[in-house]
DNA sequence: ATGTCGATTTAC
DNA sequence: TAAATCGACATC
């Protein structure tokens, strides 16, 4: 692993060839990488973002009856069937904005949803949730089609060990016959908790106590 | 032109 | 358990 003078492993963005696997492959290997993210405030002042990966979902092409692209190309899904490393962000419930990261070959219409991160930059930052994850770090529909090798939205990888994963079936997906039951959603299993049906993370790996 | 429904979250 | 809230998509 490289490593700066200062003894911090390196930081390294995330390029396109990284995303180009397939979209379970890629959701798995997404866990435990930072995604950073820098609007600019009404202000000027420029806001950044960093936060650590810690749930995921895979979804796998136009044969997956939970992908938008199962609905075939459309002006939506599109940017799917396009090549890897750009942002697919989608309005839903009319109030939350989801974020998935294009991956796969030109044509494979693959993305991964973002679902969960925790905040390494020091703030106290809610992402346990795709739709509270882009809300608290400004990714919107204007953020369509962004490509993650620019400078707004990246993922990087810190060098950080490679965390133990738990794989469950996607959440919200009761309606793709078959393919509601794919294990296709990826979780660091220090974040991994149920509490009834709903998901939610348990800190106490990282703080050393349970939240309330 | 109109109706259905959702890759969610929050409140009751 | 249900409301919020609106765009995409299917259908007429």
Same mark, same amino acid.
């Given at each position: 692993?490289?490593?700066?003078?200062?003894?911090?492993? *390196?930081?390294?963005?995330? &390029?396109? @060839?990284?995303? =180009? !696997?397939?979209? $379970?492959?890629? %959701?798995?290997?997404?866990?435990?990488?930072?995604?950073?993210?820098?609007?600019? *405030?009404?202000?000027?002042? &420029?806001? @950044?973002?960093? =936060? !650590?990966?810690? $749930?995921?979902? %895979?979804?796998?092409?136009?044969?997956?009856?939970?992908?938008?692209?199962?609905?075939?190309?459309?002006?939506? &899904?599109?940017?799917?069937?396009?090549?890897?490393?750009?942002?697919?962000?989608?309005?839903?419930?009319?109030?939350?904005?989801?974020?998935?990261?294009?991956?796969?070959?030109?044509?494979?219409?693959?993305?991964?949803?973002?679902?969960?991160?925790?905040?390494?930059?020091?703030?106290?930052?809610?992402?346990?949730?795709?739709?509270?994850?882009?809300?608290?770090?400004?990714?919107?529909?204007?953020?369509?089609?962004?490509?993650?090798?620019?400078?707004?939205?990246?993922?990087?990888?810190?060098?950080?060990?490679?965390?133990?994963?738990?794989?469950?079936?996607?959440?919200?997906?009761?309606?793709?016959?078959?393919?509601?039951?794919?294990?296709?959603?990826?979780?660091?299993?220090?974040?991994?908790?149920?509490?009834?049906?709903?998901?939610?993370?348990?800190?106490?790996?990282?703080?050393?106590?349970?939240?309330?």
């Amino acid at each position: 692993m490289a490593r700066h003078k200062s003894g911090h492993p *390196a930081l390294r963005k995330l &390029t396109a @060839e990284f995303y =180009a !696997r397939p979209a $379970e492959k890629l %959701a798995e290997e997404l866990i435990g990488k930072i995604l950073v993210r820098k609007w600019r *405030a009404d202000d000027g002042k &420029t806001v @950044e973002h960093r =936060a !650590r990966i810690i $749930e995921t979902e %895979a979804y796998v092409g136009e044969h997956d009856l939970a992908c938008h692209a199962a609905k075939g190309r459309t002006a939506r &899904t599109e940017i799917m069937f396009g090549p890897a490393g750009f942002a697919y962000v989608y309005f839903i419930y009319g109030m939350y904005d989801m974020l998935n990261i294009v991956s796969g070959k030109v044509g494979d219409a693959e993305a991964v949803l973002i679902r969960g991160a925790v905040p390494v930059d020091g703030s106290t930052l809610d992402l346990s949730g795709p739709g509270k994850l882009t809300r608290a770090m400004h990714i919107t529909r204007r953020d369509n089609g962004a490509d993650l090798t620019g400078d707004d939205l990246f993922i990087v990888d810190d060098g950080a060990a490679k965390p133990v994963i738990v794989r469950t079936p996607r959440i919200g997906v009761d309606y793709a016959k078959q393919w509601k039951d794919e294990p296709l959603r990826f979780i660091d299993a220090d974040f991994h908790r149920v509490r009834g049906s709903v998901p939610r993370f348990d800190i106490s790996a990282q703080f050393g106590k349970v939240p309330p």
